[in-house]
T-cell receptor
Framework: AQSVSQHNHHVILSEAASLELGCNYS??????LFWYVQYPGQHLQLLLK??????LVKGIKGFEAEFIKSKFSFNLRKPSVQWSDTAEYFC???????????FGKGTRLHILP | GAGVSQSPSNKVTEKGKDVELRCDPI?????LYWYRQSLGQGLEFLIY????????KSGLPSDRFSAERTGGSVSTLTIQRTQQEDSAVYLC???????????????FGPGTRLTVL
């Protein structure tokens, strides 16, 4: 069965630092990939998604992610974080033959002002 | 409605009691998911309803958990004989299926925080 690994459980950065959150999945076939974000006290919401085409995906709030098939990775990046990026970030994968979407355990990001 | 709604928002129950959690998906969304969110465990997939197809129950942790979706809309997650380890936030999400696969965005509800004493 497919699975998603997020290696960083808790990340603390200062404002203006660059961010990269790791995400690896385990499935050898075609996948759809997602990053969701949960700001404090708010619902989970979609940050960006990859289905096909350009492996570099741009999402909201200056976030981007790159799908590297050979590494089974879909890391999330942002060149300069802001205090308002403090949230929990979830990577998720959906496999074409299996419609359910599986989430990673999440990464808590804390930005110091 | 404007978004996915869930009720109750909070539920405190005693060990051994049964509980029912409700989810109202976005109108027109044919896919509905239940997840469980526990501290340090991320989002644990529980069950997935896709249109009129048989639900994918592969994530249900035990036979004490069951869910149904009536009329392709509202869903109820039932936990029988609750245990303390069932304490978590139960999230519901819905999406509009595109081409028969859940490639579209999931919209999450606010969740039900279940506490089993």
């Amino acid at each position: 069965a497919q699975s998603v690994s997020q290696h960083n459980h808790h990340v603390i950065l200062s404002e203006a630092a660059s961010l990269e959150l790791g995400c690896n999945y385990s499935y050898g076939g075609t996948v759809n990939l997602f990053w969701y974000v949960q700001y404090p006290g708010q619902h989970l919401q979609l940050l960006l998604k990859y289905f096909s085409g350009d492996p570099l995906v741009k999402g909201i709030k200056g976030f981007e992610a790159e799908f590297i098939k050979s590494k089974f990775s879909f890391n999330l990046r942002k060149p300069s974080v802001q205090w308002s990026d403090t949230a929990e970030y979830f990577c998720a994968v959906n496999v074409n033959r299996d419609d359910k979407i599986i989430f990673g355990k999440g990464t808590r990001l804390h930005i110091l002002p | 409605g404007a978004g996915v709604s869930q009720s109750p928002s909070n539920k405190v129950t005693e060990k051994g009691k049964d509980v029912e959690l409700r989810c109202d998906p976005i109108s027109g969304h044919t896919a509905l998911y239940w997840y469980r969110q526990s501290l340090g465990q991320g989002l644990e997939f529980l069950i997935y309803f896709q249109g009129n197809s048989a639900p994918d129950k592969s994530g249900l942790p035990s036979d004490r958990f069951s869910a149904e979706r009536t009329g392709g809309s509202v869903s109820t997650l039932t936990i029988q004989r609750t245990q303390q380890e069932d304490s978590a936030v139960y999230l519901c999400a819905s999406s509009f299926l595109l081409g028969g696969a859940s490639t579209d965005t999931q919209y999450f509800g606010p969740g039900t925080r279940l506490t089993v004493l």
